[in-house]
């Protein structure tokens, strides 16, 4: 029998349909890709479904939960719609659709979203990844996890943008989930989805969806397409004051699937439409529910620090920067000396990691730390956890630093990365497939090293350390040396710096030594070049016996 093209099904069904025959409305494209649903947005009543909850390739629709995630940070104060968005190497170099920048190229965060939204534009996508989650990857470790607090319950994200990944997979009713979660959670943003057109530096970017204009009511939402997912399509369309939102995955082709989607809607507007099978309603949880669900069992660590009351500067520091969570500080010992790790505790998974992704694109030192031994015991028996052990000069240093981890967790496989950091070729070291038991107890003895739970990842390989200081000279009064330290920290951008002044003997008088510590090699350096050249010299004081990218010993 010859296959029969999705426009001679829909046809045949309708006439079915007219007939009085009880016929599904399910239009067989042929393909194994196909899937649909069409919910009424009021009841959530689901008026055609066909193999809704089947795994499928969601392709440029995952541009909706990049889009749900950019306003849910600008409605959160993270960011504003001015917010200037740069295009870096990685995002540049994604494949097209895209608006063609090169590295190094700036536009505002409204501008990108309206590049995603009309355009397509992969390469934006990952730049607003980038703005919001550090990394692409970690925002997409993000996105899915918002996507499970929405009731996205088979949605996995791995990218932005929706290219080509076999683990990036969705459901049609997912989709419809995220459609009904955009205009009920954002009335006011979705207006963006209704764009036709918008110019970007002398070009004019057209919207790929096209029942924006052929369509009666239709005021949204996204296109899509990779080879392994055919044609997709989110719509929503309201008559008569009656919304709905459709989905279909797997057109054979552009054309073919906007006719689909429009019979199903025509339909839809008619009464319901005869399924395949039973199909629930979808029930949105409530917007404060979703927020609230998670457990908040994960931290931060924000640095290691010489002393406590440094230490606990900066976790309340932190705290601040969060909004949210409990300061920290846990006292370790590393050879014969003390240090304190300042940390935020009482935090969700999404939180701890979306904190880490905005203090690095502040450039400051942060690690997300997965729950403690007992709150997640499947996780702790299994070799697949991992701890990280700073940055290098060389190769042979981080190897070496990593086999010495190996010895005390009893085994272990060493990594070693290449990584740029304060403008120069650095190694990174990390240690891997160990227990949760093992990691502790490496990291036990070190201070700047960080456990990484299985599938939690890191935003960043390793932190620079921040075993460094500058003394700024010796002063007759203490608040002759209190003035000096604030003046040096007011040239740091970071928050972790600890100013210290310190009685001494100078010429057999009493006198007053400024120091600031707790900084990394290149705040050293920046502190004492800024410092004035008239009055007491800035030395720059490098660690001793705490690793080091300036010492290279782990």
Request: positive net charge.
């Amino acid at each position: 029998m010859p296959r029969l093209t999705l426009r001679a099904t829909v046809l045949a069904v309708l006439a079915l349909l007219a007939a009085g025959l009880a016929a599904p409305a399910a239009a067989q494209i042929g393909s194994s890709r196909y899937a649909a649903i069409v919910v009424e947005a009021g009841s959530g009543r689901v008026l055609f479904a066909q193999d809704a909850d089947a795994p499928r390739h969601p392709a440029s629709l995952t541009k909706m939960m990049t889009a749900y995630m950019v306003f849910e940070a600008v409605r959160a104060n993270r960011v504003r719609w001015s917010t200037p968005v740069t295009f870096s190497a990685h995002a540049a170099a994604r494949p097209p659709s895209k608006l063609g920048l090169p590295a190094g190229s700036r536009i505002t965060l409204e501008q990108a979203l309206l590049a995603i939204i009309t355009r397509s534009a992969n390469d934006a996508a990952a730049a607003i990844a980038e703005t919001l989650g550090g990394t692409e990857d970690n925002f997409a470790r993000l996105m899915t996890l918002r996507a499970r607090q929405l009731g996205m319950r088979d949605t996995v994200f791995r990218n932005a943008s929706g290219l080509p990944d076999a683990a990036q997979i969705t459901t049609a009713r997912d989709m419809a989930t995220l459609g009904l979660r955009l205009l009920a959670d954002f009335p006011a943003e979705y207006r963006y989805f209704s764009t036709e057109s918008f110019s970007l530096r002398g070009r004019v970017h057209r919207n790929h969806n096209r029942l924006l204009a052929s369509y009666d009511g239709a005021d949204g939402i996204k296109t899509g397409y990779i080879r392994a997912s055919g044609f997709n399509l989110v719509t929503s369309a309201t008559r008569n004051g009656r919304r709905l939102v459709g989905v279909v995955l797997g057109g054979a082709s552009a054309a073919e699937r906007d006719q689909h989607m429009a019979d199903l809607l025509d339909q839809a507007f008619g009464g319901p439409i005869r399924t395949a099978s039973v199909a629930p309603p979808i029930r949105l949880v409530a917007r404060a529910q979703a927020a609230a669900a998670p457990a908040r069992d994960w931290a931060v660590q924000v640095g290691a620090f010489r002393d406590r009351g440094g230490a606990l500067a900066a976790a309340r520091a932190a705290t601040r920067q969060i909004g949210g969570g409990a300061a920290k500080v846990e006292q370790a010992r590393v050879g014969n000396r003390t240090v304190w790790r300042a940390q935020v505790a009482g935090l969700s998974e999404g939180q701890a990691r979306q904190a880490c992704a905005d203090r690095q694109r502040r450039r400051q030192d942060c690690a997300v730390l997965a729950p403690a031994a007992g709150t997640r015991q499947a996780a702790s028996a299994t070799r697949g956890w991992a701890v990280r052990l700073g940055l290098y000069r060389d190769r042979g240093g981080a190897v070496a630093a990593a086999r010495v981890a190996a010895r005390r967790a009893g085994g272990g496989t060493v990594q070693v990365e290449q990584a740029r950091a304060g403008g120069r070729t650095v190694w990174a070291a990390r240690l891997a497939a160990l227990t949760e038991p093992q990691a502790r107890r490496v990291c036990a003895a070190r201070p700047h090293c960080a456990p990484i739970a299985p599938g939690a990842g890191e935003t960043r390989f390793a932190a620079v350390s921040r075993d460094w200081a500058v003394r700024l000279g010796v002063y007759r009064d203490r608040a002759g040396a209190l003035a000096a330290v604030k003046r040096a920290n007011a040239a740091l951008a970071s928050s972790a710096p600890t100013p210290k002044v310190t009685p001494v003997r100078f010429a057999g008088r009493p006198a007053w030594r400024a120091e600031v510590e707790n900084l990394t090699r290149a705040e050293a350096r920046r502190t004492c070049a800024a410092w004035p050249s008239r009055g007491p010299d800035c030395v720059k004081v490098a660690p001793t016996a705490v690793a080091s990218v300036a010492s290279g010993r782990g």
